[in-house]
């Protein structure tokens, strides 16, 4: 590692343009070396440039090459395209500081943090064939599995923080069980079933089980070397003819306490940002209102100023509201009712089962625009499923739980068969809430 950094001073020092101090070797032997420059006579003196964070991911590479001519193919495939890593790098700006850091929290190689480029290319919201979402591509199962929360109002695999911490935990565990990086990928792509079972073919018949020998579906065999290529132009971006712009090694956002529910375009305006840049930022939600998400994530310039507008502003909230439309109940009648254009009411619902006459092939609730003047209705935060509307938990019904060490909001509404976002409501808290032992929960 020091030589390596030996190495980035050197090129460093030649792009500052002092050669002259680097050319000692070059100097005939008994012959005077040239003195450094007066402003470079302290090695401390020497300016910096700003740091960069491409810089600090170079520093944290740890993966040997990967000896396969489908790297190489991969590289010319990104190389030809200098538009495609433009953009995967100007989205990536955004979260890329916080993955790294997490990243570096667990010690993983930062060619980790490089993964979102092949999985979405940093776009968090983009979906699979596959029903893979966000910047990790999580698959719903998946995704629940490492508390992910999927539902009515959000889903968490489009959520940066939520899914990156899923994502690094599940590569945590892909590596104990394989005791390779390059095997984990392989898993994180195809399953771990998919990597164990090729791994049982291959001890089977005395062949090696590494990465490379396996008989991997044609998708996971590409998929490790596209990261590898990846790397490889992030490591020496002008061998391949790429400028690769600069990205800032400082924090772009942070995070801000967010109202129990807020039209996101209420929300964007507040913060002083566009909607698209800040759904960008928040792309969890499915609807046009933010509900229950406890916190938002703002650019770190715009933090206090949404603080204070929140403070300040004196109008409603909120500007949609919930209602239960009926099984075979049509969309235009609903949206003329509410006096909202169709299109608009589809815009803000998503996904809606549709027959071929527009109308719900199921009882549902979807989302209306108050009336105006309307008094704000309550939106319950609670889980709603597009299939049928979730029925109120009557008061009766509750229990109290006591909980113990090591409790999480997931594992409890695992065993007791309920939501998160129930127990959420119910109790009246946040996602971000610690759980002490002791503390007392309602359940349904």
């Known amino acids: 590692m020091h030589f390596r950094r030996n190495l980035s001073y050197v090129a460093l020092l030649a792009a500052l343009g002092c050669?002259?101090?680097?050319?000692?070797?070059?100097?005939?032997t008994g012959a005077a070396s040239p003195a450094l420059p007066p402003a470079f006579e302290d090695v401390d003196d020497v300016p910096l440039p700003d740091p960069d964070l491409w810089q600090r991911i170079r520093v944290g590479f740890m993966l040997e090459a990967l000896d396969s001519p489908l790297v190489a193919e991969h590289e010319q495939w990104y190389a030809s395209r200098p538009e495609y890593i433009k953009r995967f790098v100007g989205r990536g700006s955004l979260y890329l500081h916080y993955i790294v850091g997490e990243v570096e929290k667990r010690g993983m190689p930062t060619e980790i943090?490089?993964?979102?480029?092949?999985?979405?290319?940093?776009?968090?919201k983009a979906n699979s064939r596959a029903k893979a979402a966000g910047l990790w591509q999580f698959i719903p199962s998946t995704g629940k599995n490492y508390g992910l929360a999927q539902n009515w109002w959000k889903d968490n695999r489009r959520d940066v923080i939520a899914a990156t911490d899923a994502a690094l935990n599940y590569l945590e565990r892909l590596h104990s069980m394989f005791g390779s990086w390059e095997l984990a990928l392989a898993a994180y792509n195809c399953g771990e079933g998919c990597v164990g079972r090729a791994i049982a073919y291959n001890q089977k018949r005395g062949l090696p089980t590494d990465y490379a020998s396996l008989n991997l579906p044609g998708e996971t065999r590409n998929y490790v070397p596209k990261l590898f290529a990846v790397k490889n132009i992030v490591l020496a971006p002008t061998n391949y003819g790429i400028e690769l712009e600069s990205v800032p090694d400082t924090p772009y956002f942070t995070e801000v306490q967010a109202p129990a529910k807020i039209d996101v375009k209420v929300a964007?305006?507040?913060?002083?940002?566009s909607?698209?840049?800040f759904v960008a930022l928040n792309p969890a939600h499915n609807k046009p209102v933010a509900a229950g998400t406890g916190t938002f994530i703002l650019p770190v310039d715009r933090a206090e100023a949404f603080k204070a507008n929140l403070d300040a502003y004196?109008?409603?909230?909120?500007s949609w509201t919930t209602?239960?439309?009926?099984?075979f109940e049509s969309i235009d009648a609903i949206a003329k009712r509410h006096n909202v254009a169709a299109s608009q009411l589809k815009s803000a619902n998503g996904e809606m089962k549709l027959d071929k006459k527009g109308r719900l092939r199921a009882a549902t609730a979807i989302m209306v625009p108050m009336k105006p003047g309307a008094a704000p209705k309550a939106i319950a935060v609670a889980q709603v499923t597009p299939?049928?509307?979730?029925?109120?938990?009557?008061?009766p019904a509750l229990r109290l739980y006591t909980v113990r060490a090591g409790d999480t909001l997931y594992s409890i509404a695992q065993r007791h068969r309920t939501a998160i976002d129930t127990l959420l409501h119910l109790n009246r808290i946040t996602a971000s809430v610690t759980l002490q032992p002791g503390l007392k929960l309602r359940l349904p």
């Open 275 to 277: 909607e698209d840049d």
């Open 387 to 395: 299939v049928a509307p979730a029925a109120p938990v009557a008061s």
């Open 323 to 327: 209602y239960q439309a009926k099984r």
């Open 113 to 124: 943090a490089l993964l979102p480029v092949v999985e979405s290319a940093f776009n968090p």
């Open 19 to 28: 050669a002259p101090a680097l050319a000692a070797a070059s100097v005939p």
């Open 314 to 318: 004196d109008k409603p909230l909120v």
């Open 268 to 273: 964007a305006k507040l913060a002083g940002m």
